[in-house]
């Protein structure tokens, strides 16, 4: 299982939006809803921003949203903040009973 | 509230196994689900396997099968994660992930963190 393709890095100003993409393929992304997505600054353990392709878990900010289409996901962090600055991961269950996570994207707040 | 605490950081030799563990409280590890996942300094996240409900049983990643073992201990809610045959390629970080409940594939409670080194 090959891991999703996320873009190495992102970045925007603050208060702009920034979208990171997650190509998979039809036995992952396309294959059903459950896509999540990570947050992760250095030295910490990830965080669980978005499940099932668009939900936010209690005490995510609203600023985070994402969603699906095909094979891609799309993760959306609008009014950019300072503390957004981190690698966000995308990951996807497989026809197959796996997980699979992309490569993770950079995201730098200039 | 679930957390998960793992035991602490490994030094393994080339070709020796190690066995890391991670303690539930606040639920019974027969009502969750759990998974592992590593991260290689600097590099990404990497799903290695986890109980799968659909199927019934735990689910390897194709990369470690045959080398990997994710046994539960229920009497004390301790999950383990076993990796035989270690190269240095299997320096890491080894977290024990919970799948939030009602939800698949989504790990909303993350361990530590356990460092493992393989060095000669």
């Known amino acids: 299982q090959s891991a999703l393709a996320q873009p190495g890095s992102v970045s925007g100003s603050p208060g702009q939006s920034i979208t990171i993409s997650c190509t998979g393929t039809i036995s992952d992304i396309g294959a059903y809803k459950y896509v999540s997505w990570y947050q992760q600054h250095p030295g910490r353990a990830p965080k669980l921003l978005i499940f099932d392709f668009s939900n936010r878990p209690s005490g995510v900010s609203y600023r985070f949203s994402a969603s699906k289409s095909g094979n891609t996901a799309s993760l959306t962090i609008s009014g950019l903040q300072p503390e957004d600055e981190a690698d966000y991961y995308c990951s996807s269950y497989t026809t197959s009973g796996t997980t699979v996570f992309g490569g993770g994207t950079k995201v730098t707040v200039l | 509230q679930v957390q998960l605490v793992q035991s602490g950081a490994e030094v393994k030799k080339p070709g020796a196994s190690v066995k890391v563990s991670c303690k539930i409280s606040?639920?019974?590890?027969?009502?969750?689900?759990m998974h592992w996942v590593r991260q290689a300094p600097g590099k990404g996240l990497q799903w290695m396997g986890g109980?799968?409900?659909?199927?019934?049983?735990?689910v390897y990643a194709e990369h470690f099968k045959g080398r990997v073992t994710m046994p539960e201990d229920t009497f004390t809610d301790t999950a383990y994660m076993e990796l035989s045959s270690l190269t240095y390629d299997d320096t890491a970080v080894y977290y024990c992930?919970?799948?939030?409940?009602?939800?698949?594939?989504?790990?909303?409670?993350w361990g530590q963190g356990t460092l493992v080194t393989v060095s000669s």
């Open positions: 606040g639920h019974t590890l027969t009502e969750l689900s």
């Open positions: 109980f799968n409900p659909e199927e019934g049983q735990t």
């Open positions: 992930v919970k799948v939030r409940v009602g939800a698949t594939n989504a790990f909303d409670i």
